[in-house]
């Protein structure tokens, strides 16, 4: 995923967390460049950023991944946002925002709003956002968020009142700040279909700190600052940013250690940091995040799912907990990551507050290491026989190149003792977001970057009934407690529910957890706040030269 904002703030100990999010600043010297101009913006340079990470679409209701977010968080208004350096959200666009009953969730928007096109932004744009987002249900969208929704409306045009299904919904002012609820434009944007990237750059339907001045999806975007925001973030410190998109780690690692471009925004390997490390024109800082790798299973087309000949739930459970007694974390981090991550035994970040760790005394030696004798014994206990062909897809130009060396790792430790032939396949990320949810891979990787700091953005969009993964997984004991712990006002309960939901979901195993990143950030002397803040958002606003 998916990648952001707070929900809860349960004491969450932002130094305690790891992440991946690796941004690295050189030294680029550009000040100009072209398609903008310094208009709302307060006098600064020119920046240049450099990504492997594409965008799938510019259409929020489409998309549901770090490169398409990474746009939107410039572009788009939010009701609710998190200022630079906290992850506390508080209201944006909006002037209050507060319950004014267990199930009614009142928001007055500030006056005078606009698109960046001179379209008046209103209450009555904050619902048809939402509305659509709920229609489109686009499967590789993030309309799962919103599944305590039950409907918006605008009394008013600066009052919008949401009604939730649930009430004292702890999540809900959250939600306004994820990809779930960016405000767009009812002129430019279709009401039941995603709406192209042309389209939403022609029509200007911006209103968040910038607006695209030129677009060449996956090539290059530059951005001005929107002199119309009147958000809660303050305006932009550049007065333009050129986002150059590289179609791999390597180009990117080139252009930030010949200081071509001045800051590099994911996704570099953990040996081409170490050697940018070595030069004397960056600086390697750490930062905090919550980035887990895991691997999904397809409830249906995996071994022994539901649409396959031999279905059997039984043994495609054991196929799963198979697997988590064989893969060894530990030697994942060190061999092919050299410990920019660590290993992860649990659903939730490590160090998020209710994260516990199931996985590490559940399987394997129970201690955190592999165990083939159990591998055996699981299986053996379900009637499986004979090795298990499993078809294991990953991804390497949105997780970065060090992927095929990570599922190679991790094939060579499923086949030992010859329990599994493990089949590896790579497909590039824009075909890979849409065959993950078409039943096409039974088995495969994913990365979550979170939405908010809080451990139901670990636990909702993975498994409750028709979470994001559109893996099949369904149960309604899981679903009924996620509720439950969204709308518990007591933090000891609260915590009880999740730790319950991990170690439900622990022996389920839907998703299979493995590792935990670190953020790292290399800095140039002349590049400042090129980093991650403590809300997981990138962004272009507090760059400056």
């Given at each position: 995923?998916?990648?952001?904002?707070?929900?809860?703030?349960?004491?969450?100990?932002?130094?305690?967390?790891?992440?991946?999010?690796?941004?690295?600043?050189?030294?680029?010297?550009?000040?100009?460049?072209?398609?903008?101009?310094?208009?709302?913006?307060s006098g600064g340079s020119t920046i240049t950023v450099g990504t492997t990470d594409k965008i799938t679409f510019l259409d929020p209701a489409g998309s549901y991944d770090n490169g398409s977010f990474a746009v939107m968080n410039q572009v788009y208004p939010f009701l609710m946002n998190s200022k630079y350096g906290t992850a506390e959200v508080t209201p944006d666009i909006a002037e209050s925002a507060e319950f004014t009953s267990p199930t009614e969730y009142t928001v007055k928007l500030k006056k005078g709003l606009k698109f960046a096109n001179g379209d008046p932004l209103?209450?009555?744009?904050?619902?048809?956002?939402?509305?659509?987002?709920?229609?489109?249900?686009?499967?590789?969208?993030?309309?799962?968020?919103?599944?305590?929704?039950?409907?918006?409306?605008?009394?008013?045009?600066?009052?919008?009142?949401?009604?939730?299904?649930?009430?004292?919904?702890?999540?809900?002012?959250?939600?306004?700040?994820?990809?779930?609820?960016?405000?767009?434009?009812?002129?430019?944007?279709?009401?039941?279909?995603?709406?192209?990237?042309?389209?939403?750059?022609?029509?200007?339907?911006?209103?968040?700190?910038?607006?695209?001045?030129?677009?060449?999806?996956?090539?290059?975007?530059?951005?001005?600052?929107?002199?119309?925001?009147?958000?809660?973030?303050?305006?932009?410190?550049?007065?333009?940013?050129?986002?150059?998109?590289?179609?791999?780690?390597?180009?990117?690692?080139?252009?930030?250690?010949?200081?071509?471009?001045?800051?590099?925004?994911?996704?570099?390997?953990?040996?081409?940091?170490?050697?940018?490390?070595?030069?004397?024109?960056?600086?390697?800082?750490?930062?905090?995040?919550?980035?887990?790798?895991?691997?999904?299973?397809?409830?249906?087309?995996?071994?022994?799912?539901?649409?396959?000949?031999?279905?059997?739930?039984?043994?495609?459970?054991?196929?799963?907990?198979?697997?988590?007694?064989?893969?060894?974390?530990?030697?994942?981090?060190?061999?092919?990551?050299?410990?920019?991550?660590?290993?992860?035994?649990?659903?939730?970040?490590?160090?998020?507050?209710?994260?516990?760790?199931?996985?590490?005394?559940?399987?394997?030696?129970?201690?955190?290491?592999?165990?083939?004798?159990?591998?055996?014994?699981?299986?053996?206990?379900?009637?499986?026989?004979?090795?298990?062909?499993?078809?294991?897809?990953?991804?390497?130009?949105?997780?970065?190149?060090?992927?095929?060396?990570?599922?190679?790792?991790?094939?060579?430790?499923?086949?030992?003792?010859?329990?599994?032939?493990?089949?590896?396949?790579?497909?590039?990320?824009?075909?890979?977001?849409?065959?993950?949810?078409?039943?096409?891979?039974?088995?495969?990787?994913?990365?979550?970057?979170?939405?908010?700091?809080?451990?139901?953005?670990?636990?909702?969009?993975?498994?409750?009934?028709?979470?994001?993964?559109?893996?099949?997984?369904?149960?309604?004991?899981?679903?009924?407690?996620?509720?439950?712990?969204?709308?518990?006002?007591?933090?000891?309960?609260?915590?009880?529910?999740?730790?319950?939901?991990?170690?439900?979901?622990?022996?389920?195993?839907?998703?299979?957890?493995?590792?935990?990143?670190?953020?790292?950030?290399?800095?140039?002397?002349?590049?400042?706040?090129?980093?991650?803040?403590?809300?997981?958002?990138?962004?272009?606003?507090?760059?400056s030269k």
């Open positions: 995923m998916s990648f952001h904002s707070t929900r809860g703030r349960l004491g969450l100990a932002i130094g305690a967390l790891g992440a991946t999010a690796l941004v690295l600043a050189g030294c680029a010297t550009s000040s100009t460049g072209g398609g903008g101009g310094s208009t709302g913006g209103t209450s009555a744009s904050v619902k048809f956002s939402f509305d659509r987002q709920l229609k489109i249900n686009d499967p590789a969208g993030p309309a799962v968020l919103l599944s305590n929704l039950a409907s918006t409306e605008a009394p008013d045009p600066t009052t919008v009142v949401f009604t939730l299904k649930n009430g004292n919904d702890q999540i809900w002012p959250l939600i306004l700040s994820s990809p779930a609820a960016p405000i767009v434009d009812e002129k430019v944007f279709s009401a039941d279909k995603v709406t192209d990237d042309d389209t939403i750059v022609k029509g200007k339907a911006f209103a968040g700190q910038y607006e695209i001045t030129d677009y060449k999806k996956n090539q290059l975007i530059s951005y001005k600052p929107y002199a119309g925001y009147q958000g809660e973030l303050g305006k932009a410190a550049n007065s333009q940013v050129n986002v150059k998109y590289f179609a791999d780690a390597s180009n990117l690692k080139l252009a930030i250690g010949n200081g071509d471009i001045d800051v590099a925004f994911r996704s570099l390997s953990a040996t081409d940091t170490a050697d940018l490390s070595k030069n004397k024109k960056v600086k390697i800082v750490e930062g905090p995040g919550g980035e887990i790798r895991y691997i999904v299973f397809n409830f249906n087309t995996m071994p022994f799912g539901a649409t396959t000949p031999e279905a059997d739930p039984a043994k495609a459970q054991a196929v799963r907990q198979a697997a988590a007694d064989l893969v060894d974390r530990a030697a994942i981090a060190k061999d092919v990551y050299k410990d920019t991550y660590s290993p992860l035994y649990s659903f939730v970040a490590d160090g998020m507050s209710g994260a516990t760790t199931p996985l590490k005394s559940m399987y394997g030696d129970g201690n955190g290491g592999p165990s083939l004798d159990k591998a055996k014994k699981v299986l053996s206990d379900a009637g499986v026989t004979g090795p298990i062909t499993l078809n294991l897809q990953y991804n390497g130009d949105h997780y970065g190149p060090s992927s095929g060396d990570e599922y190679a790792a991790i094939k060579a430790q499923l086949e030992q003792g010859g329990l599994f032939t493990v089949n590896l396949q790579s497909t590039e990320w824009t075909q890979y977001s849409k065959d993950r949810v078409a039943d096409v891979y039974p088995a495969y990787q994913l990365g979550w970057f979170p939405d908010y700091s809080d451990a139901d953005n670990y636990l909702s969009p993975f498994f409750t009934t028709d979470n994001f993964l559109k893996n099949h997984y369904d149960n309604s004991a899981v679903n009924d407690l996620i509720v439950k712990s969204q709308t518990e006002t007591d933090k000891d309960k609260r915590m009880a529910d999740l730790a319950q939901i991990q170690d439900m979901v622990a022996k389920d195993l839907s998703t299979l957890p493995l590792l935990q990143g670190k953020q790292i950030a290399v800095t140039g002397a002349d590049v400042k706040g090129a980093t991650l803040d403590a809300s997981f958002k990138f962004r272009y606003a507090p760059l």
